[in-house]
Every structure is written in C-alpha cells, then in structure tokens.
C-alpha cells in the first residue's frame, strides 16, 4: 500500500472512530427548542424555560447536573450567557449541549444509548484517488462579496476547465468549503458536503484533496443545525471522491431534515458542527 492510500486509511479510520463515538452527533436524541413554558423532557433532567432571566432549568429532589466541576442540585439555575457553541452539562447517562440558535436557546441530550447511534452502519467512501487531490490558488477578498464572512475564493481547474469555490477562515489558516456537485443527491448527501483546506502558502498555492470531503452533521441525524453552501459552490461535475450517503439499519432513521434547522452558511468557530 503506497503512502498516500496508507494516510487516507488511517484518516478514514479515524473520521470513523468519530463518528461512532458515544459524544458524538449520532449520539444526539433530540433537539429541544425552548420557549417561556417550563417543559420537561424524557432524555434529560429538569424542567427548562427561556425567559428574561435567560436559560433556567429547574432541577427537582433526586436530580442533578454537572456544568464543569460545579453539581447543580435541587432547584433554578440560570445558564450562560448563551453563544453558537455554548455549554455542555453532564448528567447520569449522558450530556446536554445547551447553546443559542438565532436568540432560542436549545438543549441537544447526546446518550450512547441513542437509536441513531445503534442504527448507524457506517459511511460509504469513494475508493481513495491521488487525481482527486488538485492544486489550485486562493484569492483573498479585499470585502466579503460572496458570502457572509466569506474571506476568498479557492480558484482550481478540473478536466479542462476553471472553477471558483467560496471560502471561509479558520482560526489557524485553514480554509473551510462546503460544496455540492453532480453526485449530490445521487450517491451522496443532497444538500452539502464539506471539505477543509491546509492554509494557503505565502503565493496563495493550495492543495484541495476531495477524498478528504466529509458529510455534514445533517447527513447522519435531524437533530442539529445545518448550513447550505451558497450557489456559487455547486460544482458542475461529479465529485467521486469523499463521504457517501450513510448507511442506516433503519430507513425511517434516513435524515429528512424536518427537525433541525437548516441556513445560508455563515461565519462562526462552530458552523461545522
């Protein structure tokens, strides 16, 4: 096995790990919107509100939390300020992601006992292919034109012709893409996939290795909040490289996209998640 398909199998077995872990996005049982009606769930402790106070769960005798070294215990506790990213609370069985989508606050339970977890089977891969693995430039924007938050375009040519992919920053260089093409839909996810970029070298040389595209959140579960790639990242062709559709034990366990929230991309440290 050559280097490069060696490097390939040990990211693929890793994405995988991921993938199946018990904090992971498969691990994730619902997605709690919450209003000013004090509400109770099945899959995490506390009856929780929003209200002007903020986020407030109110634990009953007998339960409790875990927010850092803190226990919460019997009775409110007011939660953040609340961002994209927010907190993580533990609790016997589980955790809870509770964090800001557009001024609602929202509480995401992740337990290893999850039934999209115990579905899941697996992420079909394109067969690793060195031709996927494209030279190109990036243009940096003097303003973002694009996109919002957008910083330049990933510039590259494939069989012939000239393509342009918006891009956005990471915090150390990187450049972060989400795209479509002609396999959207077909053999892989129909609304998006992603692919992370090495930073730029100091001529604005970049290597884009599609076999490294990976499926977003949205393609595994309902339960998060997933954004679209403008309609300047549909690529005209078929990017047979990367993530498939995943496999589920359960076709009614297919996501439909019907419960989470879904955007134009923008800015933020946590759009990948």
Avoid: K
Avoid at 122 to 149: H, I, N
Avoid at 155 to 164: D, I, L, N, P, T
Wanted: charged share 25%.
């Amino acid at each position: 096995m050559t280097d490069f398909l060696q490097d390939w199998q040990a990211y693929a077995d890793r994405r995988e790990e991921r993938l199946r872990s018990a904090v992971g996005y498969l691990a994730i049982t619902a997605i709690h919107w919450l209003s000013t009606t004090p509400e109770r769930f099945t899959d995490v402790p506390g009856q929780w509100c929003q209200d002007e106070r903020g986020t407030t769960v109110t634990l009953a005798p007998g339960e409790t939390l875990t927010l850092d070294d803190d226990v919460l215990t019997t009775g409110p506790h007011v939660l953040g300020p609340l961002d994209y990213t927010g907190l993580t609370i533990s609790f016997d069985g589980g955790t809870a992601e509770v964090a800001d989508r557009g001024g609602t606050a929202i509480v995401r339970p992740r337990r290893p006992d999850s039934a999209t977890l115990r579905a899941y089977r697996g992420t079909p891969r394109y067969p690793a292919d060195a031709r996927w693995v494209l030279s190109g430039r990036f243009e940096p924007y003097d303003e973002p034109v694009a996109a919002p938050d957008a910083v330049g375009e990933v510039v590259f040519e494939h069989e012939g012709a000239g393509h342009r992919l918006v891009a956005w920053g990471e915090d150390d260089g990187s450049l972060w893409i989400l795209f479509r093409d002609a396999t959207s839909g077909v053999t892989t996810y129909p609304a998006n996939r992603q692919i992370l970029v090495a930073p730029p070298t100091p001529d604005g040389t970049v290597t884009i290795d599609f076999n490294r595209a990976i499926n977003m959140p949205c393609a595994y579960t309902d339960f998060v909040t997933c954004p679209l790639p403008p309609a300047a990242n549909t690529l005209p062709f078929a990017v047979e490289a990367g993530e498939q559709v995943p496999t589920m034990a359960d076709a009614d366990r297919v996501p439909s996209g019907t419960d989470g929230e879904r955007q134009t991309v923008s800015g933020g440290p946590s759009r990948r998640r």
